[in-house]
C-alpha cells in the first residue's frame, strides 16, 4: 500500500468509530474501505491526455486517491490531471485538503478545487446555464437517503431530466450529465435501483445516456461496509457515458478483499430484457445453479396468461374499527402472512393479529369472492432460505363467501376472483421453484417482495402451468424437492432458458 493509502485507511477506520451514528446518518456519510476504494479504481481503462476527474461527496478522499495512486503506479501518460471534490460537511474538509495536497508530490501537474458545497445544487446551476465541467473519469460512493418529491434534491435533477427517489441515484445522474463523451463512471452503490417502479426513470437515464460495461456483485451482503452499519446490498457499477451497449462483464467477490475474485461476460439481453417495459437490471448469481440454464420452455408474462397480481387491499390500521380477533357471522375472514404455513392456509389462528373483519358498506370494496387462490409474503425474514414462497388458498379451505387479504401479502386473481383450481396449482409449483426464486435474485437484493416484481417475472405458458397443477394435485406432502422436480420433469426439454 502506498503511504497515504495506508494513512488514509487508517483514519477511515477511526472515522467509523470516532462519528456519532446522527452524524453519519444526517449526511449519508460511510467511507469507503481503502481495498474497495483501490478496486473501484482498477475498473477505469488506462487513459492518456488531460484527465478532469469527479468525486461527489468526496469525505476525506479516499477514491480520489486510490485513484491517483493507480495512475502514479501505472505511470499513465497524462499531460495535465484536475480534480473536483465535493462534500457538504465542513468537518471533512481538513483530511480531504491534506490528502489531496499529498498526492501533489507524484504529479507534475495535478490541481485540485474542494468544493464545500451542494453537489447537485451546485452542477445543476451550472448545468442549466451550460458552464457544466466535462469530466473524463468520476469516482463515487454517493450519500443514500430519501428525496421526497417536492424536496429542492428533486428539482435540481430536473434540471438536467432526471426524476428520482434518493441522493445515490440523483448524484449518479448528475455526475452523468456532467461526463464527456466516452468518460467513465463508477460508482458503489445499493442495488435497489435494479428493480421496482420509482427507479425505473433512473434505469432509463442511465441506459439512455451509457453502456453498462461491468458490474461488481458481492457475495456477501454486509461485508463491504463491515465496519459501519449499513444494510443495504451494494454492488459496483463502470458505465460509458455515449458508447454502444456490447456484453457486460460480472464480477464477484465473496467479501471486500477481493480473493476468488471471479467474472463472466454476458449478453446483455441477459442484463436487461429486451421486452421488458420496467427495464429491470439482472445481475446473473455467481453459483448459477444447474436450474438456472435447465428450462427450455417458452417463457410467457403473467398479463399474456391473463391473470394479475396485487397487494392485499386490507391496511389494518386504516380499518382498524372494523377488525376482529375472532371471526362471527357478521365477519369476512382476514387472512395475515402468519395464516399461511407450508404452502397452504391455517385459519383462524390463536395470535395477537386479528383473524377477521366486519362485513359492511365501508369494508366490502376490499373483499373478494371465496375462491382459489395464490399468495406470496410481501417480506420474507434474512434468514429464510428463499425470497419467494407461494402459498394456496382453495375455495374448500374455508366456509365464507368472501375473503380479505391483508396488505403485506401479494395475491394472484383472476379479475379480483379465484383462479381456475389447476392453474392456481401450476402457480404454486412454478413460483417455489429454486430456478424462479434465482430469477428474482439476478434484479433483487431486497427480502421485501412487490407485486410489480412478481409481475416482471417469466412464466411458463398457462397451458404449462396447467400441467404443473395436474401433477401437483397427485401430492399432499408439498415440498422444495417436489416442486423442482415437477418442473424440471414438465418443462425441461433440455437446456438454456434462452427466451429469458
Ligand atoms: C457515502 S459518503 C462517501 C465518502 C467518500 N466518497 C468515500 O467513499 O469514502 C458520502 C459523502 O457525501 C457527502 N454529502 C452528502 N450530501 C452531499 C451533498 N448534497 N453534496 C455534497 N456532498 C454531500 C457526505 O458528507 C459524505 O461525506
Known sequence: MFAVAEKIEAERKIH?????????????????????????ASLFPVADGNLNILDP?????????????????ENWNNSSIKLSAYDIDTEVLGKLTQNLIEQKKNFTDFDFKIYNADFLEKTSFEYSFGKNEE???????????????????????????????????AFVGAAIAQLKEKGCLVAIIPRSFCNGLYYKPFREFILKNCSIKQIHLFESRKDAFKDESVLQENIIILLQKGTAQRDVKISYSKGANFENLTEKYYDFKKIVNPLDKEKYINIPLSSCLPSEDFFNC?????KEIGISVSTGAVVDFRAKSFIRKNPDENTVPLLYPMHFKNYRIDWPKESKKPNAIVFADETKSMFVPAGN?????????????????????????????????????????????GLQKELALGLIVWLNTTFLDNQFRKFSGHTQVNATDLRNLPFPSKEKLIELGKKLEKYDGWNQELFDSIAKERLDEKSAAANF
Open 16 to 40: 467509523a468509530v470516532e462519528t456519532s451514528e446522527i452524524h453519519k446518518k444526517n449526511f449519508g456519510q460511510y467511507f469507503t474501505p481503502y481495498a474497495i476504494a483501490e478496486f473501484m
Open 57 to 73: 461527496g468526496a469525505g476525506i478522499g479516499i477514491l480520489s486517491c486510490a485513484l491517483l495512486n493507480r495512475i502514479k503506479k
Open 373 to 417: 387462490y395464490v399468495v406470496v409474503k410481501r417480506f420474507s425474514t434474512k434468514e429464510e432460505k428463499k425470497r419467494i414462497v407461494a402459498s394456496l388458498i382453495t375455495a374448500d379451505d374455508i366456509a365464507a363467501s368472501s375473503l380479505a387479504f391483508e396488505n403485506h401479502l401479494n395475491v394472484f386473481h383472476f379479475e379480483k376472483k
Open 298 to 302: 417458452q417463457f410467457v408474462s403473467l
Open 135 to 169: 469530466f473524463t473519469h468520476v469516482i463515487m460512493n454517493p450519500p443514500y437517503k430519501k428525496i421526497l418529491s417536492k424536496s429542492s434534491a428533486r428539482e435540481f435533477c430536473r434540471c438536467f431530466g432526471l426524476e428520482t427517489v434518493n441522493l445515490y441515484s
